[in-house]
């Protein structure tokens, strides 16, 4: 009970909006061709992997938190097993870490596996993207209670307090936006551009009036798998993220760190972090597979998907296409929302563009082909995690509507791959995917229906081996 209490906790920390469908973004031109390729941008890729992962479960990259005082009722009975910490991390929750502020008060925070690992079959799969957060309530009242505690507990001057500021202001700025009107959808970007709406572009310390205004409707994503980061010419669903990787994955960081003299330690411990999940590879299918259905599988699949995917094997290519929308026909509000947001000017004028190794937004009307590795275990499907299996990715008339499964870890079809999940006649129910709002609908890619069910069957076969 207390470590679930602690995730929820800090997922709402972390990641922690109006529930209105007005003043949807607009967004006008498309992408010359109907398909382009990203290029690469230069990377720093002499990190250390092994300190990179050490850096993302124990650093400091929030740098600021909750005292750790407050948060000891919350510990683990028990050493954390799933990650084996020591110190101040052995009976702290996987997706929290403490750590030490810049004034050397110990703090707590979410880390970046509160979205990057998930349950998975009984077990916490790193890298994983988490489908099973819930953000469909307002933080406001939240981080006015956390505000007036920390008033009430210590005084403005007091180390404790000061350890805390930074991310107290963000938190306060952030909780209006962040909340969703979709289980287990993701509002990162949301997050950002929260932070950073309170953030100097210059300096990156907190400004009182915001920079631009937020779109009022909360989109939200799928998490996607960090595995695929390796092959990425771009970051994000609609490869809005070029050039240094490692100031585009810290990006979490604008919710506590005091300015861009805390950025640029961040950035260094980064380096290292990008060096792990070059590393990373994604979990190997646990059960048998038909090899007769894999072998025709991989041939259709060649002939069918791998021009956008990618091929696989011994010869592994990814060509990090972006796709336009009237070509992908998937729900475009994602794209178009990216596309108009004020955090494009403000983060191509930042500190983030402005300094040396450089990382830009680049928008387009189009979603990223991503690479397939390990697909089998990344259900649900599509950038807003409408299709519940990888049969219904590929057969637009068996995508549900309406479709439930239970907040925690679910069962897996292994036959269908994916969520078992209950067809519901209206979208009511808490862990119920309604496809009708805005943002979420689970029409488009329809490359899949032109084949037969048994090359439907063969071609997720395939799948299951990548």
């Not at 307002?138 to 307090?161: C, D, H, R, V």
């Not at 397939?372 to 499907?381: C, N, Q, S």
Request: hydrophobic share 35%; glycine share 8%; proline share 7%.
């Amino acid at each position: 009970m207390k470590t679930r209490f602690a995730l929820t906790l800090f997922a709402l920390l972390f990641l922690l909006a109006c529930n209105t469908y007005k003043n949807l973004p607009e967004a006008e031109g498309s992408l010359p061709y109907k398909v382009v390729k990203i290029p690469p941008s230069e990377q720093q890729l002499d990190g250390d992997p092994e300190a990179g992962f050490d850096f993302l479960i124990n650093g400091d990259y929030i740098g600021s938190g909750v005292p750790y005082g407050l948060f000891k009722r919350q510990m683990l009975k028990e050493p954390d097993t799933i990650l084996g910490r020591k110190g101040l991390n052995e009976r702290v929750p996987y997706a929290v870490t403490a750590f030490r502020a810049p004034n050397g008060q110990k703090v707590v925070n979410g880390n970046c596996l509160t979205c990057h690992a998930s349950p998975f079959q009984g077990e916490i799969v790193i890298g994983m993207g988490n489908s099973f957060s819930d953000y469909r309530r307002n933080l406001t009242t939240m981080a006015k209670l956390i505000n007036f505690g920390m008033n009430l507990k210590y005084k403005k001057s007091a180390a404790e307090y000061q350890a805390y500021e930074a991310f107290g202001k963000y938190f306060r700025e952030m909780a209006p936006h962040i909340e969703t009107n979709q289980a287990g959808a993701n509002p990162a970007f949301r997050l950002a551009e929260a932070c950073m709406m309170h953030r100097d572009p210059v300096d990156l310390t907190y400004v009182k009036e915001p920079n631009y205004e937020m779109n009022k409707y909360p989109i939200a994503t799928d998490v996607p798998a960090l595995w695929h980061v390796k092959k990425k010419n771009a970051l994000y669903y609609n490869g809005i993220g070029r050039g240094d990787f490692t100031k585009l994955l810290f990006q979490a960081s604008v919710l506590g760190i005091p300015d861009s003299a805390a950025a640029r330690k961040a950035v260094t411990g980064f380096k290292d972090v990008l060096a792990w999940l070059r590393s990373l590879e994604p979990p190997t299918y646990p059960k048998a597979v038909n090899q007769d259905l894999v072998a025709k599988g991989e041939i259709l699949f060649e002939k069918t998907c791998s021009n956008c995917h990618g091929t696989y094997g011994e010869n592994e290519t990814y060509p990090n296409k972006l796709v336009a929308l009237e070509e992908v026909k998937t729900d475009p509000l994602y794209a178009k929302y990216a596309y108009t947001s004020g955090i494009v000017e403000w983060y191509n004028n930042s500190w983030f563009a402005q300094s040396s190794p450089r990382s830009y937004f680049e928008p387009e009307l189009a979603y990223m082909a991503p690479p397939l590795d390990g697909i089998w275990a990344t259900a649900p499907y599509f950038h807003n995690g409408s299709v519940p299996n990888l049969d219904a990715v590929l057969n637009s008339k068996a995508r549900p509507q309406y479709w439930s499964r239970t907040g925690e870890d679910a069962a897996y079809d292994y036959t269908h791959v994916g969520w078992v999940y209950q067809i519901q006649e209206k979208p009511t129910g808490k862990w119920t995917f309604n496809t009708d709002l805005p943002g979420y609908s689970n029409k488009g890619h329809y490359f899949g229906d032109e084949f037969t069910r048994d090359e439907r069957q063969a071609v997720v076969e395939y799948l299951k081996t990548l």
